[in-house]
């Protein structure tokens, strides 16, 4: 992407960051049940391989594009605390989407930011 982002940027509304978890997840449901009609894998589509996608996808998507595809189709980046405006490395996106996917942490907030950024040195900003 190239949008600048600097440390001015407002935080993210929490609204706008459910409404992106809701497009993530209903997204990775729908690949999920894709590949099992497909026969490509076996198993319920409501279990493990949507949370194991959803986990894997926002943390690539993070890593390489600055935020998961509900929140970039939602106009939220994740950043680093830094204030360098970058995304988070792959590992710190996956330590993100790990906390993310237990639930709690991203109902928490510390210095407005859930505990998920603040574990992963990231903040969730408006574009």
């Known amino acids: 992407m190239t949008s600048a982002v600097t440390p001015e940027l407002e935080s993210a509304p929490w609204g706008r960051r459910i409404l992106a ?3 993530d997840w209903i997204t990775c ?9 497909a026969g490509v894998i076996g198993g319920n589509p409501n279990g493990l391989g949507t949370l ?3 986990v894997l ?3 690539l998507f993070t890593a390489l594009a600055g935020g998961s595809f509900g929140k ?4 939220i980046r994740v950043v680093r605390r830094d204030g360098s405006g970058q995304p988070p490395s792959l590992l710190r996106a996956l330590l ?7 639930l709690i942490p991203p109902l928490l907030t510390f210095d407005g930011r859930g505990l998920h950024d603040v ?6 900003v408006t574009l």
Not at 29 to 37: D, F, K, S, T, Y
Not at 72 to 75: E, K, S
Not at 119 to 124: I, L, V, W, Y
């Open 52 to 54: 194991a996608l959803f």
């Open 21 to 23: 978890l809701f497009v």
């Open 72 to 75: 970039l189709a939602t106009r």
């Open 29 to 37: 449901l729908a690949v999920v049940e894709g590949l099992v009609a």
């Open 96 to 102: 993100r989407s790990v906390l993310v996917a237990l």
């Open 119 to 124: 574990a992963a040195g990231t903040r969730s």
């Open 57 to 59: 996808e926002s943390a």
